[in-house]
């Protein structure tokens, strides 16, 4: 009983040390339409804790066609892949003529998280709800495919998905954090309103504290297994 209540404790520490931390950033510059050197969009954070345990990301372009967009995070030295043409597959050239990510009717942020239900590069093959502008709306799994934007449609049906956001994981959130966008293809131009990191962070003490309960869980089931011999 000791020790389980020792295992509850150090659980209960680790939640409490944990800080979530949300910042948006409105940007209203549009993507120029066909240009693979797009464009970028650098922040600078600070004051938070020096690990992170979570990061999603939050966008809201407007206007143009998704098939087009190819956008990724970096930070620290890492590169998480947001967008990769959405809908390209062995079926489809182009991709999905939807315009834009967006917020749904309430306050709800268009979400990459990589704990959501869905991949959001086939999101026309799932439940998927657009607003009133067209925008893709509600949390989805960034896309995460590592591969050039400009490869055959088939080539994202059997791609890897080495850029998920918890890549991140581990590292100081502190510092500069960049979000990259292109338009691949010409024929319609979008717009990035804006974009935010939503990022769950803990002190140092924290990871300690996470090592504790995983021992003291260890511990309890040996001790358990011990007394049922």
């Known amino acids: 009983m000791n020790k389980l209540l020792f295992l509850l404790s150090a659980i209960a520490a680790c939640a409490l040390s944990a800080r979530a931390n949300t910042f948006t950033y409105n940007v209203s510059s549009i993507i120029p339409d066909g240009d693979l050197n797009g464009i970028q969009n650098s922040q600078s954070v600070g004051g938070m804790q020096p690990y992170m345990s979570d990061v999603n990301v939050t966008l809201n372009i407007s206007g143009g066609f998704n098939g087009d967009l190819y956008a990724f995070l970096t930070h620290n030295g ?30 709800s942020a268009f979400t990459l998280d990589d704990q959501a239900g869905h991949d959001v590069h086939s999101y026309r093959t799932l439940s998927y709800s657009l607003n009133g502008s067209g925008q893709l709306t509600g949390s989805w799994q960034p896309d995460a495919r590592k591969i050039d934007p400009l490869s055959p449609g088939s080539a994202f049906d059997s791609a890897n998905r080495f850029g998920a956001l918890s890549q991140f994981n581990g590292f100081d959130p502190n510092g500069t954090w960049t979000l990259f966008i292109a338009d691949t293809s010409s024929g319609a131009e979008s717009t990035i309103v804006s974009w935010g990191l939503q990022v769950t962070a803990v002190p140092e003490p924290g990871i300690a504290c996470l090592l504790l309960a995983g021992g003291a869980l260890l511990s309890f089931r040996r001790r358990a297994i011990c007394d049922r011999v």
């Open 78 to 107: 890492k590169t998480a892949i947001l967008l990769n043409r959405v809908g390209r597959s062995s079926s489809s050239s182009v991709g999905y003529s939807d315009a834009g990510f967006g917020p749904d009717g309430s306050s």
